[in-house]
């Protein structure tokens, strides 16, 4: 029997939204490629360097595209990562290396997902369907222009279009309860703020992340560690959002008991030096704003302030006076860009200084 030879011969133009494996997808029956395996085999064989370049990126490079612009609109990158310990780090280039090529093509909920309706929309466009990345968002299981619960079915069906009979699956969940999930006023700022992250271009510094999310919840009077009376962000979110939806996504929120700490989701805004999932920071930033606006806004802001460069001279004075009004020490020091040796030396110095004074004899008149 005669192998299939991977080789390239049609290539597809990307369509709006479209998801980077549903796009491969397609790559494959255009070329009558049987599967997703040949389709990636005839790629990283027509390029150069190809089985050391991330899949995605050599989707990209097939289709004309600029590897960072495919990435932001056709994977499901900006969704699963909106956060990123390494926005000002040296690391940053061989951090979004192995990101791209570990979870590129990578989907949040491990299944694909699709909307009948938009499946019978696109078809009576353009005469086939086509994957969406907004339909693979973890946490929003329907439509949200049609309100219709996904369908979920196997990532192997991406050699098809949405709506061949090999699609058809499990519903992700009931209408009954996509009609009380998609009124519910916190679910609903948990997904707007999923959907702008899914369309934003590069990752909120951690370090905005934490300065955000510390002040918010202690104004919340929320317990900053995982033991003491006060409630934690988990309680609030068990409050806020519907027990059907916490049973499917965050079944440890919604059996919990009163004032206990889920690491999970209240670690996010305890942790200061480790990116915490999507869905954890946009639950928390659902029920510590009033709106997904104000949330976004405020990561912007800070994030935005800690991207312009500051003056290198007093950055160390800045983060050791705000240590002495009370922030933490890694806090103020990731807060105002300050080296944390020079700030240690600098509180030190002072210490000691202010010691001298008092072992110092006073002369007598």
């Known amino acids: 029997m005669q192998s299939e030879q991977p080789m390239i011969h049609n290539v597809p133009l990307p369509l709006h939204d479209e998801l980077a494996l549903g796009l491969l997808g397609r790559f494959a029956r255009l070329n009558g490629l049987s ?3 040949w389709a990636t ?4 064989s027509g390029q150069p360097d190809g089985k050391n ?3 995605l990126w050599l989707i990209a490079d097939v289709c004309g595209q600029d590897r960072s612009v495919f990435s932001a609109n056709h994977s499901m990158l900006p969704a699963m990562s909106p956060i990123s310990i390494h926005a000002d780090s040296a690391q940053v280039a061989d951090g979004t290396y192995r990101r791209i090529h570990q979870r590129g093509m990578r989907l949040p909920t491990g299944q694909l997902r699709w909307c009948q309706a938009c499946s019978d929309m696109d078809v009576e466009e353009r005469g086939f369907s086509h994957w969406r990345r907004q339909h693979q968002i973890m946490g929003v299981d329907w439509c949200v222009e049609h309100h219709l619960p996904l369908i979920s079915t196997s990532t192997d069906s991406a ?5 061949h009979p090999a699609t058809h699956s499990s519903l992700c969940t009931t209408q009954a309860n996509t009609e009380e999930e998609m009124h519910n006023p916190a679910l609903q700022r948990m997904l707007q703020i999923m959907f702008r992250w899914l369309h934003r271009p590069n990752p909120i510094r951690l370090a905005a992340w934490v300065e955000v999310v510390s002040e918010r919840c202690r104004n ?4 900053m560690g995982e ?3 006060r409630p934690v962000a988990s309680d609030l979110i068990q409050e806020a959002f519907p027990a059907s939806w916490l049973a499917r996504h965050l079944p440890e929120i919604a059996s919990k008991e009163p004032r206990s700490f889920v690491r999970k989701v209240d670690g996010a805004y305890i942790d200061k030096h480790v990116a915490y999932p999507a869905l954890a920071c946009a639950t928390i930033l659902a029920v510590l704003f009033d709106t997904a606006e ?3 806004d405020a990561l912007e802001v800070a994030d935005s302030r800690l991207a312009t460069p500051r003056p290198t001279g007093n950055v160390s004075d800045e983060a050791l006076t705000a ?3 009370g922030l933490g020490l890694h806090e103020a020091c990731e807060k105002f860009g300050a080296n944390i040796e020079s700030v240690e030396a600098a509180l030190r110095l002072s210490l000691q200084q202010q010691l001298q004074l008092v072992d110092t004899p006073v002369a007598l008149a």
């Open 35 to 37: 599967s997703i395996t």
């Open 41 to 44: 085999k005839s790629l990283k």
């Open 53 to 55: 370049t991330p899949l």
């Open 159 to 163: 050699i098809y279009t949405p709506g």
């Open 220 to 223: 919340a009077d929320l317990r």
């Open 227 to 229: 033991i003491g009376k």
């Open 294 to 296: 104000y949330a976004l």
């Open 323 to 325: 240590f002495l009004a």
